[in-house]
């Protein structure tokens, strides 16, 4: 009888085999997604290929999609910084909403500031609120051994009824006919977009911060240390490595870029603040950060994938009526696969008698 | 207005809407005391409740669809089980996953029973100990699934510390390195913990599709498993305190709707955040005064295959 | 004689089908911003997508839950591109979005639900729900004992609101003793969170509940305490036979198959339209059994005088806190009723 056991490799898998693990994950999570559409009665190849049309398939698909993927890189950047630590900031949905409410703040307050002056402040208000939201639970962590993943989770909710408080009351616009939302940002106050494209210069931050993240970890010492203290906390304390330091660290930095991300979408996108900003970008870029094993350029590669499923989803439904709910189905699927597929990297099958 | 006669009711509706929490947060201590994290409690819950609703509707029997919630939140549960003991994945980001996909899930497959009805769990009164004074129209004036929810906690409490099996599932939380070479089966425990953990959380997603209301929609669990993740930790691991828990955030939920309901002139965003700032404080508190660290210490840590 | 018109009609309009409609087949495209498994509003306006899709001719299709902003630029924007003939978007926040796609495509109808701009291709469009709640308000307000009702409502904006205090007027002319405590949720579709929120009004001595959510929760919990309740959106009383008394409900059916019919005629413009009761738009479901004779002949008589042209917020129409809000004798503007952020005197409760 043939027996399959699972050993160690000696040394992780090549590039070439990562790939091909990750294709046939995503293969299979696209065959197991055709299924339910099969089930449903809706032609699984038909469904899949509408899918990436609606995302891929002409020039403003993929305006739709960069446009999407641009708060979703940048939370997903600053998730990434956490993770590198092992910790687990699963808040960047409430640090997005607090970098929103900062830069609404300013854009507000100084609506007749020149641009020059004004977009910087509102960036520095947003980084400098979203950092502050994402260092409560460090400090937390760091002195009470609180749990950072339920205190993230928790002040999401507290930070979205915060701007909700904000939109339904103080900063209502007199002239919205009572609906939530603060007046139109002045025109100083608005990121403008690329040429004739759809695309906002957003697209040019994310670029820079992805380099300065990636410069980060490469070149600077603290991204050394960050990175050691995530790969064994133990041995870096003993070597001496400020770890406790290092937590509020990146939880500012995370929080900051969530909260840039924030500032991008009020700024940018929707010109105002609105409580239909908080879309999940913050919990999407979970699962990005992860898909990308954290690397700046492939967190870039991943947001722009997976804004690119969200965007063909509408398309699916729109041709095919397939329900919203769809596209949670394939992004699960997706990470699942992607999760176990991880196994091969360090061990491999073996094919031996019993 | 006589303040009993607010109380009263206000700490009824908090053991009701406490309980779909109390089974999830039951469901994940037994998952996280053999060592496995499991973040998609939401997951699970959805999937059961949304199960419990059809079966429940088709056999005309709310019994039948009580288990078969159950039964489908070990399945959701499964996959986190197959991806995290078998091919080694990371349990953060599995659960994550499994939360996304279990709502995807129900929210595709439920799309037609949405605007319908199903036989369901109505309050029966218990004989005796319904006219106890204060206690009785709190606690025992309820549905059979409440009265079954009392039953677990004590039952884990034995199996936890007098069971052969339970002490097995400890020590795949706390030392699993220790337990494989004393001979246990460290796998088969997890396996254990989380399928008997997502029949629990399915039991609780089914309290909301057949006992706290009778009907199903989207998102129906509307985040109340990432509550119970929360109490897990409240509860420092142990079922006795995650009563404490659940019961302290439904009743801090049934007390702002009737702050609001009394005519307070709070914004009602602010009374609704009231149980997220509660549930961070009561966490702050309870890492403050407890000096000693419960949490299983092989929690959220896979265990590698032999070679 | 009939059957030879008949069949003669048949066969032209097959010939038709076949020649012409065929090749080009009107497209009509909606966008909701919830899921239509909310059982509430998205799923009315879905029930008068259907009512579309069964026309001759007419394909229909939906995107569903989707953001207000940006994202619902990007739907309306690819419905246009792929050709569709008719785009409804039914949400406030679609206005902004809709209004510049609509100049990109003027050959395109655009409707849109619950805002106040216009195009020369864009109308707006909205349902005076709050007649219907109005006459929902006699009811309550016959049926109560403890002249204290409750309303579990969703979020505060001006529909709501609205809604809100049309129904208090309606309550307070047959019992001016009447209070409404209102309890907000900040859900549209949490069961659980809404029968909840009945629950708690009940506490606090209401003993009729109506509601302004998507789900029939309040309607369980009223239902289960043995009091009587007003629900929203469609007929609810199969939820709660006993309790359910009647609905302000949606019929969206008759405004969207008319706009559709004008726009395949040629015969469509941009308007502003608010239909009422008068037009079918609105209604109430069927009384429930528990409501008396007199009570339910008091409320056809009022709504006759509605079709006849009565408007409910005429003054004097006093704030929460006494001050005239509405002059006696006028009538409040569209725009007004549009943006009222204010409850009327008799209401319980915070519009924050």
Same mark, same amino acid.
């Given at each position: 009888m043939f027996h399959i056991r699972i050993t160690k490799r000696q040394e992780p898998l090549s590039v070439g085999g990562s790939c091909l693990v990750l294709l046939s994950a995503l293969i299979l999570s696209l065959l197991l997604s055709g299924l339910l559409l099969f089930l449903r009665g809706t032609p699984p190849v038909d469904g899949i290929v509408t899918l990436f049309q609606g995302a891929f398939g002409s020039r403003w698909a993929i305006e739709d999609s960069i446009l999407k993927a641009i708060p979703i890189f940048l939370c997903s950047l600053g998730v990434a910084i956490a993770f590198r630590l092992q910790i687990w900031n699963i808040g960047a949905e409430g640090q997005f909403a607090l970098g929103a409410i900062g830069a609404t703040w300013v854009a507000l307050s100084f609506p007749q500031w020149p641009k020059i002056a004004l977009l910087p402040a509102m960036v520095l208000a947003a980084a400098v609120a979203g950092g502050g939201w994402g260092m409560i639970p460090a400090i937390l962590r760091q002195r009470l051994k609180t749990n950072e993943i339920i205190v993230t989770l928790?002040?999401?909710? !507290?930070?979205?009824?915060?701007?909700?408080?904000?939109?339904?009351?103080?900063?209502?616009?007199? =002239?919205?006919? $009572?609906?939530?939302?603060?007046?139109?940002?002045?025109?100083?106050?608005?990121?403008?977009?690329?040429? =004739?494209?759809?695309?906002?210069?957003?697209?040019?931050?994310?670029?820079?911060?992805?380099?300065? %993240?990636?410069?980060?970890?490469?070149? =600077?010492?603290?991204?050394?240390?960050?990175?050691?203290?995530?790969?064994? %906390?133990?041995?870096?304390?003993?070597?001496?490595?400020?770890?406790d330091r290092l937590v509020v660290l990146v939880m500012v930095l995370s929080g900051a870029l969530a909260g840039w991300a924030g500032f991008l979408e009020a700024s940018a996108t929707v010109n105002r603040?609105?409580?239909?900003?908080?879309?999940?970008?913050?919990? =999407?870029? !979970?699962? %990005?950060?992860?898909?990308?094993?954290?690397?700046?350029?492939?967190?870039? !590669?991943?947001?722009?994938?997976?804004?690119?499923?969200?965007?063909?989803?509408?398309?699916?439904?729109?041709?095919?009526? %397939?329900?919203?709910?769809?596209?949670?189905?394939?992004?699960?699927?997706?990470?699942?696969?992607?999760?176990?597929? $991880?196994?091969?990297?360090?061990?491999?099958?073996?094919?031996?008698?019993? | 207005m006589e303040i009993i006669t607010i109380i009263i009711p206000l700490l009824a509706a908090a053991v009701q809407s406490g309980t779909p929490i109390l089974y999830a947060t039951l469901g994940e201590i037994i998952t996280e005391k053999s060592g496995v994290l499991n973040l998609g409690v939401?997951?699970?819950?959805?999937?059961?409740?949304?199960?419990?609703?059809?079966?429940?509707?088709?056999?005309?029997?709310?019994?039948?669809?009580?288990?078969?919630?159950?039964?489908?939140?070990?399945? #959701?549960?499964?996959?986190?089980?197959?991806?995290?003991?078998?091919?080694?994945? &990371?349990?953060?980001?599995?659960?994550? #996953?499994?939360?996304?996909?279990?709502?995807?899930?129900? &929210?595709?497959?439920?799309?037609?029973?949405?605007?319908?009805?199903?036989?369901?769990?109505?309050?029966?009164?218990?004989?005796?100990?319904?006219?106890?004074?204060?206690?009785?129209?709190?606690?025992?004036?309820?549905?059979?699934?409440?009265?079954?929810?009392?039953?677990?906690?004590?039952?884990?409490?034995?199996?936890?510390?007098?069971?052969?099996?339970?002490?097995?599932?400890?020590?795949?939380?706390?030392?699993?390195? #220790?337990?494989?070479?004393?001979?246990? &089966?460290?796998?088969?425990?997890?396996?254990?913990?989380?399928?008997?953990?997502?029949?629990?959380m399915g039991l609780g997603g089914a309290y909301l599709s057949l006992a706290y209301t009778h009907l199903w929609t989207t998102n129906l669990t509307g985040g109340r498993g990432w509550i119970a993740v929360a109490l897990v930790i409240f509860a420092f691991w142990r079922p006795g305190r995650a009563v404490l828990g659940a019961y302290l955030f439904g009743s801090v939920m049934a007390l702002q709707l009737r702050l609001q309901a009394l005519g307070t002139q709070l914004p009602s965003s602010i009374l609704l955040m009231l149980p997220y700032v509660l549930t961070v404080f009561v966490l702050v508190m309870s890492s403050w005064r407890k000096k000693t660290n419960e949490e299983p210490a092989a929690l959220g840590v896979n265990v590698e295959p032999a070679d | 004689m009939r059957l030879l018109k008949a069949l003669i009609v048949a066969m032209l309009s097959l010939g038709f089908c076949t020649a012409s409609f065929a090749a080009k087949e009107m497209k009509v495209g909606f966008v909701y911003v919830s899921p239509i498994g909310d059982a509430g509003y998205s799923y009315a306006h879905d029930v008068g997508r259907q009512a579309v899709e069964a026309m001759d001719g007419v394909t229909t299709s939906y995107v569903e839950s989707v953001p207000e902003g940006p994202d619902s630029e990007r739907v309306i924007l690819n419905m246009a591109r792929k050709g569709y003939d008719v785009i409804f978007a039914t949400s406030f926040g679609y206005m902004d979005p809709m209004l510049k796609v609509a100049k990109q495509f003027p050959k395109v109808a655009f409707l849109h639900c619950s805002g106040f701009k216009m195009a020369d291709n864009m109308s707006n469009y909205f349902g005076r729900i709050y007649q219907a709640r109005y006459l929902s308000g006699i009811v309550a307000g016959?049926?109560?004992?403890?002249?204290?009702?409750?309303?579990?409502?969703?979020?505060?904006?001006?529909?709501?609101?609205?809604?809100?205090?049309?129904?208090?007027?309606?309550?307070?002319?047959?019992?001016?003793?009447?209070?409404?405590?209102?309890?907000?949720?900040?859900?549209?579709?949490?069961?659980?969170?809404?029968k909840e929120a009945a629950k708690s009004l009940l506490d606090v001595g209401a003993d009729v509940i109506a509601q302004h959510q998507d789900s029939p929760g309040p309607q369980e919990a009223a239902q289960e305490k043995g009091v009587y309740s007003i629900g929203y959106n469609s007929d609810m009383s199969a939820f709660a036979p006993k309790s359910h008394m009647t609905a302000p409900v949606w019929n969206w059916g008759p405004y969207y198959t008319k706009v559709v019919e004008q726009v395949r005629k040629g015969t469509w413009k941009a308007e502003s339209a608010w239909p009422g009761l008068k037009e079918g738009i609105v209604d109430l479901a069927p009384f429930g059994a528990m409501v008396p004779q007199n009570v339910q002949d008091k409320v056809n008589k009022e709504k006759a005088d509605i079709i006849g042209g009565k408007k409910i917020f005429t003054g004097p129409i006093k704030g929460q806190k006494g001050a005239v809000k509405i002059a006696g004798g006028v009538a409040a503007t569209d725009i007004e009723l549009l943006g009222m952020t204010w409850f009327v005197k008799g209401v319980v409760g915070t519009t924050e």
């Open positions: 928790m002040m999401n909710y !507290i930070a979205i009824l915060f701007l909700e408080y904000l939109v339904y009351g103080v900063w209502k616009d007199p =002239t919205s006919f $009572g609906f939530p939302m603060t007046p139109e940002f002045s025109e100083q106050a608005i990121v403008g977009k690329i040429g =004739t494209t759809s695309i906002n210069w957003g697209l040019a931050h994310c670029l820079i911060l992805g380099v300065l %993240v990636w410069g980060f970890f490469k070149f =600077t010492r603290t991204g050394f240390e960050v990175k050691a203290c995530g790969d064994n %906390v133990r041995a870096a304390r003993y070597a001496g490595l400020p770890y603040l609105q409580p239909s900003i908080m879309v999940g970008y913050g919990y =999407t870029a !979970i699962v %990005v950060a992860w898909l990308a094993r954290l690397h700046p350029l492939s967190i870039g !590669i991943a947001s722009f994938l997976l804004a690119g499923l969200r965007v063909g989803v509408e398309n699916i439904q729109l041709d095919l009526q %397939v329900p919203a709910a769809f596209g949670g189905i394939i992004e699960g699927l997706i990470l699942l696969t992607v999760l176990a597929g $991880g196994l091969f990297t360090h061990y491999r099958l073996v094919r031996g008698k019993k | 939401e997951g699970a819950m959805i999937i059961g409740a949304l199960a419990g609703f059809i079966v429940s509707r088709y056999t005309g029997s709310p019994v039948l669809g009580f288990f078969a919630a159950g039964i489908a939140g070990s399945f #959701a549960t499964s996959i986190h089980g197959v991806v995290c003991l078998w091919f080694q994945g &990371n349990q953060v980001v599995s659960g994550l #996953a499994l939360t996304i996909l279990g709502a995807g899930l129900a &929210n595709y497959l439920g799309t037609s029973y949405v605007g319908l009805s199903a036989p369901g769990f109505s309050p029966v009164a218990v004989p005796l100990l319904s006219s106890i004074p204060v206690l009785g129209p709190i606690f025992f004036k309820h549905d059979i699934l409440v009265y079954i929810s009392y039953c677990i906690p004590p039952v884990m409490c034995l199996f936890f510390t007098s069971t052969r099996f339970g002490l097995g599932l400890r020590a795949a939380g706390e030392y699993p390195a #220790a337990a494989t070479a004393a001979g246990l &089966n460290v796998l088969a425990y997890r396996w254990f913990g989380i399928l008997a953990g997502g029949f629990l | 016959s049926m109560t004992k403890s002249n204290v009702i409750g309303y579990a409502a969703a979020f505060p904006i001006p529909e709501v609101i609205r809604g809100i205090n049309a129904f208090t007027l309606g309550a307070q002319s047959v019992n001016p003793d009447v209070t409404v405590r209102v309890v907000w949720t900040k859900t549209w579709y949490d069961p659980a969170t809404e």
